[in-house]
């Protein structure tokens, strides 16, 4: 069972994606604001981070910033978005996310963003 | 006499009481309120928490789940129900439902409005409606809204016209969303004003409907309130329905110059040229505003049989922005029909008067500018035949140019200037020059000399300095005349600093003859050559021109770039600052001369600027220091 | 009875204390009414309603944010960042680069990648000449348009950023101002909600960012202050713009928007010439002859007043950049007041000749005079010993529970609408800057202010001063 990490900073958001992602067959972490989510990164199950970019006290973008060049890992991550305006997405992208979704979110959709992001990284011929 | 002041002490000692309690109680009703606040808080928080799983569970229920969930899913529902008797429970979940919805899209997004009516949330918004207090009813509608209860349409209707303006606002909105035909009902009953943010809102509303037909706008032309032909007129605007051809030309006589203004909008936009003979007719009655809108409209749908009106216009206007229109609208319809020496004059004083707008007719004078640009700041490339401009003699450029300009070329170059900017004179006639700005200053009225001065600029011409006495010693206007004098003050200490900007400016225009070259470039191939040609000829601020391409995605004009890099920074190396200089001028004078070589005259800016590339391809191509021909 | 001259000094002295201080407390109490008002009003319409759809829009307007720059090399490309994240689409930011001597410009290039826009050489007819005009190379900073000019001081920065603009409306700021995300779709909509007058002008709030957590060009976490001189600060701007602006917005007599977050309709500021340079104070000045311009024409019109806390600043931590501060404010206080005198008492421009600018004499400028010359008579009285001390203390003590009473309600409203600072331990700090306000930071005020009417004065004796072009720097 793939292991994701959700940083969602309002609970009934967060509590409800829990909720769809577990019922499509993931097991979820959630983490309220940036610091939670930087330390359970310490554990080693976890397969992606979704997580919100507006954060308190450590922004989604400062957590791809601090995975790819600190952790040096490239697990994948999916940034959610309150306002989808193109410098948000570009600069995501360039930081070295994976996905990116803005709100209002789609559960539905979200969930195939997230496996089509981890089908991806499976697949050997992606990773360049 | 002692008495009185012993009242007012004894006065002052009871209202400082009072002030005194009235601080002590404002203090502790901060702590108070602080304490409120955080209590509903915590307990929306808890609630929140307490609730999220069940309401996710509700959510994503669906009939295909495992009966062990069905029954959790119904036992959840049952523990609901019950609790909705508690009007606050029914406060926190509505709040969170709203909450949560504002997150969510699609299927969820239904689901949780489908739960928000299930559970007769509505019921308590339509209470609200009943309230006497405004922003419980607009907050009642609003609700309405976000949850897209349709029924509450009818209910909302009655507020469209509600005297207090924020209720009115919101029914607009809800009217607007509830309904696919909400914005028929609204345009046809509306009689308030209608704000240009309610505008957006409502198009932003209608963008986000799917597959929404919009109505034919054109039929609300004929209301006769003028705010909802105003917003009709933008909604043709929007959906682009260029039908209403007639009603739109009519409106162009419109009472209220605001429609008018949509209108012309529209005829432009939509190309309604039988507009023009009655645009024609209304000219004269019409504001400045509108005289400079129709004049735009000529501009871009008039003929050649406009010209003649336009002509009018502009001799006949006292208006200095309108003339300049006028004859910005031949040119556009005609272009160079203005440039002729008869009207160089006027051109040029019109643009001058242009100065305070000129960002918003930029484009208009696009070619004065780009001219006047260039001499004062680009000497070298005036030289280039791209000029309209008959009047300068096109000179071969030599190694100490920069003296030159300073002396007889830039007197030339500032009179012209001064011409381009102060509309004072042809150019031919350069004696006698200084009397006529004074007669023509005098010519000015109050409000025109004023503007003069204002928009008055020092361009180095000792002939500005003695119209600025002129205007001192006679000006009757004491603000005026007092602008004058301090400008004449300040130029006069910053003469000397002024002058050796120039010489500063020659030096420091030393940007890359490249930029230009490029910008015309269709194709990468040139460009590729360009490239190579910079590294070949050129210096440091080539190095700038080509750092861009370094990470160009053609993998190929990158490489170029950073092999053009380091032969330029190799070059460098050799040679020393003097040497370059000199260097640097030869290989310009060359470009410009093989330029004024190629272009004809009488071609225009871009075929010129084109022919010029293809030339420097060649020379490129036969060039053996570029490494990589022929790609 | 005889005439006794010590009685009549006292009488007359105690008389001019008596009115100056009804006046006072009457004004305020009607200030804190109209504020309260306006607040409670401006709350409840805003208090629902998605801002954000807007934003995407096509037909929203546009705005320019134009934001100069005189050596702010340390800072300017974090600024710069956090002005391009605005949520909004139709806006530019235009930075102007005032002649930095420092590496401004070249930091700023080199982190945006811009290059010279050739295509733009523009004028130079309202500002020093502009040295040229760069954007960028890429698409992400498409928005961002950096204006090299000579140096010619902040008001001449920001109308050369003006003259350039092509958009609807221009945003003044300073460059080292926090804008919150949501700040022009406030601004936006402030100048497009009204039906029946123009909106000319839209000013907002200043809060207080010393100590604030920072991040990114983002407010992470509002917190108190930790230097005095800032927290007494705080309380002073909580107290002008949560209650004064607010309630001038109420009967539309606004006369200043604040130069670190102004907005304004291109076209008339354009028209009025854009910001006076010969003067400190031309954030005022503008809306002065902004409003002039519209009561001339008689054309309806508003200036616009946003209470939300879109603008967080950095305010000095020292006495001497303080007082400095103050004094130039003053200065540019009776200079705009001096070039509008027409305007005083003048029934042709409605409240503004009739409430307005009197209280803009008598509050700002004359206040803190009668204030300095009372300390003074206090004390030649103390000395003569003609001082009625049961009376001069009663006064004192009403002036100051009231100047307490007001400071402590502008606080309260501080947590009733915006509630930002939450833990009491920064509640009672900041009562307890209430309470010692009027014996410490009050006087430094004061003192400022008659150390500018002093300079003025003699500025004034040594006839034309050639006028001097300063730079301007974060204080």
Redesign the interface.
Known sequence: MKHLLLGEDDPMLASLLKYKLEKAGYRVSTAEDGRQVKKSLADNSIDMIITDIMM??F?G??LVDFVRNILRSDLPILLIS??S????I??AF?LGADDFISKPVSPSELQVRIARVMGKIRNPDAIN | ??S???I???L??D??LL??V??LA??T???V??MI??RKVAEMTYFRKEWAEAISHIVFHSNEDPVEEQKAYLRLKVKIRADLARPYFRKLLSEMLLDLH?DLEGHSADTVRQLFRDLQLHHDCYDKLKSMR??RI??GI?ELTQMQVLEAYFPITRFLNDRRS?IRKQSELAIVELQTEGINYFLNTTR??????????M??LL??KTDYQPPAFKQWLLSSHT?TVLFALRLIL?FQQNDGKKSIIELSKHIDFRVRHEALRCIRDFGFEDALPLLEKLFKGCDLDLKLDILDTFGQLGSTEDIEFLENCAAQSKDFLIASKALAAINQIEPDRVLPSVNLESVKLSYANE??????D?QSFEVA??SF??EV?FPVKTRKPLKSKEAKPEEPLEPNFELNLLDGDLEDQVEEQLGV?HTVKPLEESSAQEEDYKLFYQRLDLEERRNFI??F?YLGNPRELELLEYIVEFETDDETQFQAFQLLK?IQ?DTRAATA?VVEEVH?SE?SIF??LI?FTPDNDLKKNLIQEAGAIGDRKEI?FLK?FLTNEDKLISKLASRAVERIEARLLEVSEEDEYAWRLQILAKYSQEAQAISAPEEDFEVSGFDFQFDLNDFALNNEASPKNGV | ?AF?PE?FV??FI?ALF?VFTSFLVIGFLLMGYFSTRNSLHYI??N????L????A?P???SITIIAPAYNEGATIVENIRSL??L?Y?NYEVMVVNDGSKDNTLEKVIEAY?L??D?NT?P???RSK?I?GVYRS?R??FSKLVVIDKENGGKSDALNAGM????KDYVGCIDVDCLLL?DALLHV??AF?????KEVIAVGGVIRVANSCKI??G?L??IRLPENWLARFQLLEYTRSFLLGRMAWGRIDSLLIISGAFGFFNRKIA??V?GYDTDTVGEDMEIVFKMRRYMHDRSAPYTVEYIPDPLCWTEVPETTEVLLKQRDRWARGNMETLSKHRKMLFNPAYGRLGMISYPYWLFYEWLSPILEFLGYGLIILCFFLGVI?S??FL??T??V???T??FS??A??WD??TY?QY?R?KD?LIL?LCALIEPFSFHPLVVWAAIKANYKKLFKIQSGWG??TRRGFSKA
């Open positions: 308190p006290y922004s973008m400062e309150s306002a305006n193109e410098e948000n570009l600069k360039s | 006499m002692d009185i002041p012993q007012h002490t004894n002052l000692w209202l400082a002030f005194g009235i601080s404002y203090f009703s901060i702590f309120l602080r606040n955080r504002k405004w922003p607009s907050q609003h924020i308030s004003a209608i704000s240009q943010w309610q505008q957006l809102k198009i932003e963008e986000q705010d929007h100065m305070p707008q000129w960002a918003d930029r500018e780009v640009y260039e700041e900017v204002r928009n600029s300040s200490a900007r420091e940007h930029y230009q910008e700038a861009p | 009875m006794n009685h006292v009488h105690n008596m409840h319409k208090s629902f309603g998605n954000e759809s807007i934003m829009s037909l929203a307007p391009l994240s949520h689409v990648d290059v010279l050739p050489k004028l130079m007819e000449p040295r190379t698409a992400s003259y350039l603009s092509d995300p936006v909509k497009s909600q009204r039906t029946q991040d990114g983002k992470e976490e354009t028209a010439g009625n049961s009376f009663a006064i003590a009403t100051y529970l009231f307490v009473m402590i309600y606080l309260l947590v009733y509630n939450t009491p509640l009562t050639a006028m």
